[in-house]
């Protein structure tokens, strides 16, 4: 979907909390496994994965703000 639409449902706020969730769980846990991990190539591929899923999770916000009061 290329366009937020106007109204948003329950069901939809439920489905948005649940992907911000999961993106925010797995970057709290990669960064755990960051601090504990000593390979250097296990540590970088993690850094860029946590990266990722900050992505996504700016994404989610970013999408959300269209059409709001910021704009």
């Not at 948003?8 to 769980?25: A, E, G, H, R």
């Not at 860029?48 to 999770?57: M, V």
């Amino acid at each position: 979907m290329e366009q937020v639409p106007e109204k948003v449902f329950t069901k939809d706020l439920s489905y948005i909390d649940d992907m911000l969730s999961w993106n925010f769980t797995l970057i709290k846990k990669i960064n755990a496994y960051i601090e504990n991990v000593e390979d250097e190539d296990v540590k970088e591929i993690l850094v860029d994965l946590s990266e990722t899923f900050k992505t996504h999770y700016s994404s989610i916000l970013e999408s959300l703000n269209i059409g709001g009061a910021n704009d």
